[in-house]
């Protein structure tokens, strides 16, 4: 009958017109927000910052702010390393979500924990998520100068490995525009003051929009494959 035809053209056309913004949602039909958790360590929970200053939070409010659907939920736990996070990922990443910001490594680096064993844990919890059909963003870190020049390579190269082997994308420095700056941070010359997150979630903006709007696309084009169908 000529109404499967029509029915088929105005779903697309309806899908086609929709804003990228709009179609950041896990679930389009229902308007359930994007759920994403940030899953790091205190640059991730907000070291002595106020609940709403934290990175997830701010991240949370740029993101509504461009009209984007979602909710950002803070799974940092300050002291952490990766070997912690492998531990904690299943309760700390709930059905439901679908993308990950993984930020894990700062407390390796400063322990001198074996960057081999660093790798091999955030390789393990990449899998675990993929294989969980979540999305992971993977947040890079710098092991401090004083480590000497081979751990500090050797740690340095973990990430960009890591993201070309199972294809996530990559911020590769977490604290870009905020390490070094006295300004941004706290008194302990470490973490973040909540200006200095303001500037971490500017800079991390522009990789997280890209990758809903990259992870929507697909969605868009598995639709419409299934409706020509």
């Known amino acids: 009958m000529i109404f499967k035809p ?3 053209i105005v779903v697309f056309l309806s ?5 990228v913004s709009a179609l950041a949602n896990q679930n389009t039909v229902s308007g359930q927000p994007l759920s994403v958790v940030g899953f790091g360590d205190s640059l991730m929970s907000g070291f002595e910052l106020p609940v709403q200053d934290s990175f997830p939070a701010q991240l949370e409010k740029a ?3 461009k009209g984007i659907n979602v909710t950002v939920a803070n799974a940092g736990v300050a002291g952490e390393t990766t070997t912690d996070a492998v531990s904690r990922l299943d309760w700390s990443v709930p059905e439901g979500t679908g993308l990950v910001i993984l930020e894990f490594g700062a407390n390796d680096a400063l322990r001198g924990i074996s960057p ?3 790798e091999k844990n955030l390789a393990e919890i990449i899998e675990k998520l993929q294989k969980r059909k979540v999305q992971v963003i993977l947040a890079g870190m710098l092991a401090p100068p004083n480590m000497g020049g081979d751990y500090e390579d050797k740690f340095n190269a973990i990430f960009p490995r ?3 082997k199972y294809d996530v994308p990559l911020y590769p420095f977490f604290m870009e525009g905020v390490a070094a700056q006295k300004s941004l941070q706290l008194e302990d010359g470490m973490h973040p003051n909540t200006q200095g997150v303001a500037k971490m979630v500017e800079g991390f903006l522009p990789v997280i929009e890209k990758t809903i709007a990259d992870d929507t696309s697909s969605s868009n084009k598995a639709t419409n494959s299934n409706i020509s169908q």
């Open 15 to 19: 899908l086609v017109a929709l804003p």
């Open 116 to 118: 081999e064993i660093s």
């Open 162 to 164: 890591l993201a070309q």
């Open 6 to 8: 029509l029915i088929r």
């Open 63 to 65: 993101l509504k702010d």
